[in-house]
C-alpha cells in the first residue's frame, strides 16, 4: 500500500517565523516529490519540486528531501498570512502521484 | 487562456438528477484526472485517463461515468445523484509522471446535491 502521511495540523506559526512542514512516504521506489498549496475555495497549485537529496530553495522556500529516511520537508521562510493554506505533498510512485491528506498552516499577525 | 478548465465551477442539484462537468485542457498533455475531494479536504483521485484511454479506475460508485473524446478533453457524468455526491471535483493534466512531469489542475467544480 502506497502511502503519504502528512501530520493534518492545523500548524500555527508566527508572522516571520519559519514554517517546516513535513511529509513521509512509504514507498523507497518514489521518484518524484511535489509540494501544492491549497487555498481555501481554491484548487491546488504547485510552489515546488524536488528529485534529488538535499535542499532546494526558491525564494522564501526550501524543499528538502531524504531518501533515505524517506521524508520530504517544506521549509516557508519569513512567514506571512498570505501563506496561510493548505499544504499538500505528493509523491510519484512509478507513474502513479499519491497525495498526503495535506497540513493545513496558519500564520499568526 | 486557462490551462485546465471545468464547468460548470458551481452547480446546486436535486437528489436522483443527471448532471455532467466537462473538463478540457490545453497543455498538450496525454494523460487527465478527476479527483474528488470530500468536506474533510482529502483529495482522492477517480479516474486517469491516458490518449482517450482508461488506465485508472478507482473505486467509485458506477453511476460516475467519464467520457474522453480526445486527449484534449475528458468529462465526467454522474447519475442519480445522492447526498454523498456532494464535493468538489478538480479536472488534472499531465505528461507521463515517469519523466519528472507533475499533474496540474483546473478552478474545480463545486457539486452540492440537495
Known amino acids: 500500500q502506497k502511502e503519504v502521511e502528512q501530520n493534518s495540523g492545523p500548524l500555527s506559526v508566527p508572522e516571520g517565523a519559519i514554517a517546516s512542514l513535513n511529509c513521509t512516504y512509504s514507498?523507497?521506489?518514489?521518484?518524484?516529490f511535489f509540494w501544492y498549496r491549497q487555498y481555501s475555495g481554491k484548487s491546488p497549485e504547485l510552489i515546488m519540486f524536488?528529485?534529488?537529496?538535499g535542499d532546494k530553495e526558491d525564494g522564501r522556500f526550501t524543499a528538502q528531501l531524504n531518501k533515505a529516511s524517506q521524508y520530504v520537508s517544506l521549509l516557508i521562510r519569513d512567514s506571512q498570512p498570505s501563506d496561510s493554506a493548505t499544504y499538500l505533498c505528493?509523491?510519484?510512485?512509478?507513474?502513479?502521484?499519491?497525495f498526503g491528506k495535506g497540513t493545513r498552516l496558519h500564520i499568526l499577525p | 487562456d486557462t490551462a485546465v478548465s471545468q464547468t460548470p465551477k458551481y452547480l446546486v442539484t436535486q437528489m436522483g438528477n443527471d448532471k455532467s462537468i466537462k473538463c478540457e485542457q490545453n497543455l498538450g498533455h496525454d494523460t487527465m484526472y478527476w479527483y474528488k475531494q470530500d468536506s474533510k479536504k482529502f483529495l482522492k483521485i477517480m479516474f486517469s485517463y491516458n490518449n482517450k484511454e482508461l488506465i485508472i479506475n478507482e473505486t467509485v460508485p458506477n453511476r460516475f461515468s467519464p467520457k474522453s473524446p480526445d486527449k484534449a478533453h475528458l468529462n465526467l457524468h454522474i447519475n442519480s445523484l445522492e447526498l454523498g455526491d456532494s464535493a468538489v471535483y478538480f479536472c488534472?493534466?499531465?505528461?507521463?509522471?515517469?519523466?519528472?512531469?507533475?499533474?496540474?489542475f483546473g478552478e474545480g467544480s463545486w457539486l452540492t446535491v440537495v
Open positions: 505528493a509523491v510519484i510512485y512509478y507513474g502513479q502521484i499519491i
Open positions: 524536488i528529485y534529488s537529496n
Open positions: 514507498d523507497r521506489g518514489s521518484q518524484s
Open positions: 488534472a493534466s499531465s505528461q507521463d509522471l515517469r519523466s519528472g512531469n507533475t499533474i496540474y
